[in-house]
C-alpha cells in the first residue's frame, strides 16, 4: 500500500516531443499534468564518458500513485524532480493490483524549467 507519509517528493512526468521547425526536426519535453507526490529511493549511480567529458549519475527507484497519466507512461518518457531531469530506463512498473506504478529513472545531468 502506498502511504501518504511516504510520498514526500513533488514529480513532474514529462514526455519527448518532435516538431519540425521548417527545416529539421527538434526533440524537445512537455509537462504532462501537474506535478504529483512521489517516494523517492537510491539506487546505485555510477559515471559515464571518457577523459574530461565523464559525468557522474544518479539512478532512483519512484512510487507514485496510479492514475490516468502515470497509466500512459512508456520507457521514452522521463521527469523533474528538484529541478534536475531523469529519464526513465524502462517500461513502468505496477505496484500491487493498480494501486501505484514504479519508475526506475536516472539524472541527466540537465537541469528543467518549466
Known sequence: ??????????????????????LQRVESWTALGSPR????????GGERGEGAGRHSFARYSLWL?????????????????????????????????REGVELLVEGTGETWHA
Do not use: F
Open 1 to 22: 500500500m502506498l502511504k501518504a507519509g511516504n510520498l514526500d517528493r513533488r514529480v513532474q512526468l514529462l514526455r519527448r516531443v518532435t516538431t519540425h521547425d521548417g
Open 37 to 44: 507526490w512521489c517516494s523517492r529511493k537510491p539506487l546505485a
Open 65 to 97: 500513485r496510479r492514475d490516468s497519466v502515470t497509466r500512459t507512461l512508456t520507457a521514452a518518457d522521463g521527469c523533474v524532480i528538484d529541478g534536475e531531469r531523469y529519464e526513465l530506463i524502462q517500461p513502468p512498473l505496477e505496484i500491487q493490483r
